[in-house]
């Protein structure tokens, strides 16, 4: 039972990480709809950085273009944070039923 888990904690991470990846790609496309609309051409570091930390924030602000290529960034968002969950989740449940097999 603890192999099992072990599979399911590895397989969120996978998912994770190519949720994350995902994520980046489509946020990546959002940014190039924004600026080919006429917003900022170059992003410097700490406008990046308040970007990424302020996306819920600033959803609600775009349009056009940039606002269709919004929404796979959230999806991605969100199956990144559910598979974080289920790895957490995981490796509760593997390290428990580890020591209690012994």
Sequence with gaps: MAQF??????????????????GAWYYVRTLRALAAEGG?????WRAMVVAVL???FALARL????????????????AFLACL???V????????????SR
């Design 54 to 56: 302020a996306w819920p």
């Design 85 to 87: 969950t289920l790895a």
């Design 89 to 100: 989740a995981a490796t509760s449940v593997a390290t428990n039923l580890a020591r209690v």
């Design 5 to 22: 888990a072990f599979i399911v904690l590895y397989l969120a991470l996978a998912g994770a990480l190519a949720s994350w990846v995902a």
């Design 40 to 44: 900022p051409t170059r992003l410097t």
């Design 63 to 78: 349009k056009g273009a940039a606002a269709a290529h919004a929404a796979p960034v959230n999806k991605a968002l969100v």
